[in-house]
């Protein structure tokens, strides 16, 4: 089969350390294994047709226009995920013009269900789609509506219901409703908004803000464009920040800061942030920040990397910190 060379790290609310990892011919046999298990077709949708022999020469024709990935929580391999083009002619008459894909996650091993390792994989594709290969549109569709509980993580990661068509039950006879999601990059990037109130926020120079993040994504960044207008400085949201010892600390925005810095920007709005928080993983990156020499945001222009240098270099070490995890 076609591989690729995307690697992405992530974590459930409970911290099992998850990896996406590029599915190779070696993990054929264990995902054949998977799809002998009816209950492995959770997070699939579903094909009465599918038979488990068929699995090597459906992920051959598959990974020729997808991207096929090994789900590993804790480092074990207990799934798999796709995101491929929709091509189908309803789609493409429907979409014309727009890059539309689509998601398939299956969660091949029983003791891994129902631990929310589904909503994160969602979130991981969903991030992976629109950020790092420039999707503008998801769409999921095929999902009974009797699988409730697969719907709910798709609303929950930001998917709406775009359509129901009934359809007619061989085993019982009852009629229930295929469902459709969909969600935008557009949608995507709202989702992710902080809206500040006015009377919090206020402004400080770059220079005098000292980072928490070593290394900018590139793929990041070029993606906040898509909303980043530098003419407009209200359609930047205000950025949370920590004083420390006398220092303003950047908790979270470095991206919004690049793109400040790269447009001429001498400040962004900020708020302070309230809530308590543990600010020893934000001190131990402080300092990782001054041992290279970062000591302002205005100097992070100059650690702007590849996304999968990003993922690796960064990401990575900040999931391993969060889960307690050896595994990635």
């Not at 890059?99 to 909503?119: A, S």
């Amino acid at each position: 089969m076609k591989s690729h060379s995307y690697m992405m790290y992530g974590s459930t609310r409970s911290d099992i350390a998850l990896v996406l990892r590029p599915m190779t011919d070696d993990d054929i046999p264990t995902v054949q294994r998977w799809n002998q298990d009816p209950r492995a077709f959770y997070w699939r949708h579903q094909n009465p047709n599918f038979k488990p022999e068929h699995t090597r020469v459906l992920f051959n024709k598959l990974s020729a226009d997808a991207y096929c990935f090994i789900i590993e929580a804790n480092g074990k391999p207990i799934g798999e995920t796709f995101l491929v083009t929709s091509s189908a002619p309803e789609m493409v008459a429907r979409y014309a013009g727009y890059d539309v894909r689509c998601i398939n996650v299956m969660i091949g091993e029983r003791d891994y269900l129902r631990q929310g390792i589904g909503r994160a994989v969602i979130g991981m594709m969903t991030y992976f789609a629109f950020v790092w290969i420039g999707a503008e549109v998801i769409n999921i569709a095929g999902i009974q509506s009797s699988s409730q509980s697969i719907i709910d993580a798709f609303v929950a990661t930001g998917y709406k219901v775009c359509r129901k068509e009934p359809i007619a039950s061989l085993e019982d006879q009852r009629v229930r409703m295929m469902v459709e999601l969909e969600q935008s990059y557009r949608e995507y990037i709202e989702r992710h908004r902080k809206r500040i109130p006015k009377r919090e926020v206020f402004t400080l120079s770059l220079e005098k803000l000292q980072p928490s993040q070593l290394y900018i994504s590139r793929a990041r960044l070029d993606f906040a464009r898509k909303w980043f207008i530098p003419s407009q400085r209200d359609c930047m949201d205000a950025c949370p920040v920590k004083k420390i010892n006398n220092q303003w600390i950047l908790l979270d925005g470095h991206v919004r800061a690049t793109l400040a810095d790269q447009a001429g920007w001498l400040a962004i709005p900020l708020y302070e942030h309230q809530q308590e928080i543990d600010l020893e993983p934000y001190l131990a990156d402080v300092k990782l920040c001054e041992e290279a020499g970062v000591f302002n945001a205005s100097e992070l222009i100059n650690r702007i990397v590849p996304h999968k240098e990003y993922e690796e270099r960064w990401r990575k070490r900040v999931i391993e910190r969060k889960t307690g995890s050896r595994y990635l």
